[in-house]
């Protein structure tokens, strides 16, 4: 068992307890251990049979250890499943749904028999749900919105833990088949789609090894049913049916495969189209000219764009949303790449809501040799973020300017503001005039009306100390649905008052998202790319930002935080009405 599906098992544990009114230090431990166990750098099963190892983890008393050694050593967890069969179906799932509490769930599943979404989508809009005790029209309204939106999610899954799984297969598959020439993932993980239904994978190894390794997949620590076998490929699901594919190539056909299994159907359709102009065909050995044999030096990905008549088109962006036209034109050099990226200009410690010191997050972000970092933790408003209040955040400013000095790393004084329902904002403007950089957003109030919360954008936005707004839209991926905002209007304000838009790197937000960001691009709007991580780890987001961004096709010059120290700090500098002119005056 990974850590994932260890942590998930405890996080369950917590919920159902909570549901069933437990104690609330009980519950307190086992969501504790779902943490803890998520955010260890190990494989928890390293250490699971040293239960000295295991007690010295934070929070994990003799109960937890035991529960840690029986779900490892059987697969199960006795607890979750009593808790399971005491409850009701489905318990799980609705209070997944903001909006639904423990004693909601329990009414909605025993009295209405809701055991899923779309059973709850249609008893909302049949009028049954909203008879429930503490259930008004407007929350049964905005319950039915993220209700749609998990149904029709379906069972995909984020992009975040579907290229976790992805990886983990890969380094178990590897580490048991020593044949393996390349592996990569393919497919909607390798083009960074938000949501992933199935991760397909690509292999090479030398024809006669493929049984083998073949074998060894359907096998895997987390195969739970087999779908399809055959000599070259196979096809598992995992205990919650999410379904894996491998396909087996040789080596000279592993990047036509590899262009064959990224690009979308209509992508590939295309390069199809175009090969057959060309005499050729297209598939997934090879593009080979009809009386040619199949060679490594013409294979790679990048010859077979060129031999189609187009410039390299990063996995990303094939989708057959114009990139093909693009790329008879013109090459992607431009498009930001993760190396572009000089600084994140987002980050937590644990003055608000992060769970590390300020030290730990810097020493982390040094490591990447970025070379600034802004520390913007949340403002009193957040209070559930735990926000500084105004003179925590003088003090504040204090330990970062004292950090800057003493690490390697230049600090960014901040913070995340937020911007109230009324759109006025939590600090003084003297107090904001006094950081490095200021970005705004919306954590609460999310129920408004477009014309409101769009209003609350665009006031903050003509604020003068705002200089960045950040996931615009506060949807958390398969959570919670995005608030109604009129995305083109905001986009236009950016422009018009000098803001800054976010695109968020956590791969639960991925806010603004690919369509809105390109929409951005067309319009002129400058971006920064943030991981606005909580804990060391999660600066590792910075990937899943940036190919959000690629997706959206922005270039790196549209990115201040693609800017060094010095043009950074002088862009800051200007008033916002002459930032993006001093943007369009960098130079490629
Ligand atoms: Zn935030
Ligand atoms: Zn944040």
């Given at each position: 068992m990974d850590n994932n599906s260890i942590s998930q098992a405890f996080a369950d544990v917590a919920v159902l307890m909570q549901v069933k009114g437990e104690n609330v230090f009980k519950v307190r431990a086992h969501s504790k251990a779902s943490d803890v166990i998520k955010s260890l750098p190990y494989p928890i099963t390293d250490i699971v049979d040293n239960s000295e190892k295991l007690s010295a983890l934070s929070g994990f008393g003799d109960a937890i250890v035991d529960k840690t050694q029986e779900l490892v050593r059987t697969g199960r967890l006795g607890l979750l499943d009593r808790l399971l069969e005491e409850l009701p179906d489905g318990i799980l799932e609705l209070v997944q749904?903001?909006?639904?509490?423990p004693k909601t769930a329990v009414t909605a599943a025993t009295e209405l028999g809701i055991s899923n979404f779309e059973q709850l989508e249609a008893s909302i809009e049949s009028g049954e749900f909203q008879n429930l005790p503490r259930i008004s029209k407007k929350g049964a309204a905005q319950i039915l919105r993220h209700t749609k939106l998990r149904v029709e999610q379906g069972n995909r899954i984020g992009l975040g833990p579907a290229t976790q799984m992805a990886s983990d297969v890969i380094v178990e598959l590897k580490s048991r088949c020593g044949t393996i020439v390349d592996i990569e993932v393919a497919g909607s993980v390798r083009r960074s789609?938000?949501?992933?239904?199935n991760v397909d994978l690509v292999c090479s190894a030398m024809n006669d090894e493929f049984q083998d390794i073949i074998d060894s997949f359907t096998t895997?620590?987390?195969?739970?049913?087999?779908?399809a076998h055959n000599p070259s490929m196979a096809v598992f699901a995992d205990a919650k049916g999410f379904r894996f594919s491998l396909m087996m190539v040789t080596p000279e056909a592993f990047d036509a495969s590899l262009v064959y299994a990224t690009g979308s159907i209509a992508h590939v359709t295309r390069l199809e189209a175009l090969a057959s102009e060309r005499g050729m065909t297209l598939s997934s050995s090879g593009l080979p000219y009809p009386s040619e044999s199949l060679s490594k030096d013409i294979q790679t990905e990048r010859n077979i764009y060129e031999r189609l008549g187009l410039n390299f088109i990063p996995a990303q962006m094939r989708e057959d949303s114009g990139e093909i036209e693009l790329a008879e034109k013109q090459d992607f050099a431009n498009i930001l790449t993760e190396?572009?990226?000089?600084?994140?200009?987002h980050a937590h410690t644990n003055w608000s809501d992060g769970r590390y010191t300020m030290e730990e997050m810097v020493a982390v972000a040094q490591k990447r040799e970025w070379e600034y970092l802004a520390i913007t933790d949340h403002s009193p408003s957040a209070t559930v973020a735990n926000g500084l209040s105004p003179d925590m955040l003088i003090a504040h400013n204090t330990a970062v300017r004292e950090l800057s000095i003493s690490s390697g790393i230049r600090l960014l004084t901040g913070t995340e503001m937020d911007i109230r329902p009324d759109g006025s904002l939590d600090y003084s403007d003297e107090l904001l005039a006094g950081l490095d950089i200021v970005i705004a957003s919306i954590h609460s109030g999310m129920d408004q009306d477009i014309a409101s919360m769009t209003q609350r954008v665009i006031d903050a936005m003509e604020?003068?100390?705002?200089d960045v707004i950040c996931h615009l839209t506060a949807r958390l991926l398969g959570k919670r649905s995005p608030v109604e905002i009129d995305i083109a209007s905001v986009l236009e304000a950016a422009v018009r008052t000098g803001t800054v838009m976010e695109i968020n790197a956590s791969p639960d937000r991925l806010d603004l998202k690919a369509e809105h960001i390109r929409m951005g691009v067309d319009m002129g709007v400058i971006f920064a790319v943030n991981?606005?991580?909580?804990?060391?780890?999660?600066?590792?987001n910075m990937r899943f930002g940036v190919s959000t961004a690629i997706r959206g096709w922005v270039e790196s010059d549209r990115v201040i935080n693609t800017l060094h120290y010095a043009e950074l700090m002088t862009f800051l500098a200007l008033p916002k009405s002459e930032r993006y002119a001093f943007n369009k005056s960098r130079g490629h």
């Amino acid at each position: 068992m990974d850590n994932n599906s260890i942590s998930q098992a405890f996080a369950d544990v917590a919920v159902l307890m909570q549901v069933k009114g437990e104690n609330v230090f009980k519950v307190r431990a086992h969501s504790k251990a779902s943490d803890v166990i998520k955010s260890l750098p190990y494989p928890i099963t390293d250490i699971v049979d040293n239960s000295e190892k295991l007690s010295a983890l934070s929070g994990f008393g003799d109960a937890i250890v035991d529960k840690t050694q029986e779900l490892v050593r059987t697969g199960r967890l006795g607890l979750l499943d009593r808790l399971l069969e005491e409850l009701p179906d489905g318990i799980l799932e609705l209070v997944q749904i903001p909006g639904i509490g423990p004693k909601t769930a329990v009414t909605a599943a025993t009295e209405l028999g809701i055991s899923n979404f779309e059973q709850l989508e249609a008893s909302i809009e049949s009028g049954e749900f909203q008879n429930l005790p503490r259930i008004s029209k407007k929350g049964a309204a905005q319950i039915l919105r993220h209700t749609k939106l998990r149904v029709e999610q379906g069972n995909r899954i984020g992009l975040g833990p579907a290229t976790q799984m992805a990886s983990d297969v890969i380094v178990e598959l590897k580490s048991r088949c020593g044949t393996i020439v390349d592996i990569e993932v393919a497919g909607s993980v390798r083009r960074s789609s938000e949501l992933i239904g199935n991760v397909d994978l690509v292999c090479s190894a030398m024809n006669d090894e493929f049984q083998d390794i073949i074998d060894s997949f359907t096998t895997l620590s987390n195969v739970r049913d087999v779908i399809a076998h055959n000599p070259s490929m196979a096809v598992f699901a995992d205990a919650k049916g999410f379904r894996f594919s491998l396909m087996m190539v040789t080596p000279e056909a592993f990047d036509a495969s590899l262009v064959y299994a990224t690009g979308s159907i209509a992508h590939v359709t295309r390069l199809e189209a175009l090969a057959s102009e060309r005499g050729m065909t297209l598939s997934s050995s090879g593009l080979p000219y009809p009386s040619e044999s199949l060679s490594k030096d013409i294979q790679t990905e990048r010859n077979i764009y060129e031999r189609l008549g187009l410039n390299f088109i990063p996995a990303q962006m094939r989708e057959d949303s114009g990139e093909i036209e693009l790329a008879e034109k013109q090459d992607f050099a431009n498009i930001l790449t993760e190396s572009d990226i000089r600084g994140d200009l987002h980050a937590h410690t644990n003055w608000s809501d992060g769970r590390y010191t300020m030290e730990e997050m810097v020493a982390v972000a040094q490591k990447r040799e970025w070379e600034y970092l802004a520390i913007t933790d949340h403002s009193p408003s957040a209070t559930v973020a735990n926000g500084l209040s105004p003179d925590m955040l003088i003090a504040h400013n204090t330990a970062v300017r004292e950090l800057s000095i003493s690490s390697g790393i230049r600090l960014l004084t901040g913070t995340e503001m937020d911007i109230r329902p009324d759109g006025s904002l939590d600090y003084s403007d003297e107090l904001l005039a006094g950081l490095d950089i200021v970005i705004a957003s919306i954590h609460s109030g999310m129920d408004q009306d477009i014309a409101s919360m769009t209003q609350r954008v665009i006031d903050a936005m003509e604020n003068p100390h705002v200089d960045v707004i950040c996931h615009l839209t506060a949807r958390l991926l398969g959570k919670r649905s995005p608030v109604e905002i009129d995305i083109a209007s905001v986009l236009e304000a950016a422009v018009r008052t000098g803001t800054v838009m976010e695109i968020n790197a956590s791969p639960d937000r991925l806010d603004l998202k690919a369509e809105h960001i390109r929409m951005g691009v067309d319009m002129g709007v400058i971006f920064a790319v943030n991981t606005d991580a909580h804990r060391t780890w999660q600066f590792d987001n910075m990937r899943f930002g940036v190919s959000t961004a690629i997706r959206g096709w922005v270039e790196s010059d549209r990115v201040i935080n693609t800017l060094h120290y010095a043009e950074l700090m002088t862009f800051l500098a200007l008033p916002k009405s002459e930032r993006y002119a001093f943007n369009k005056s960098r130079g490629h």
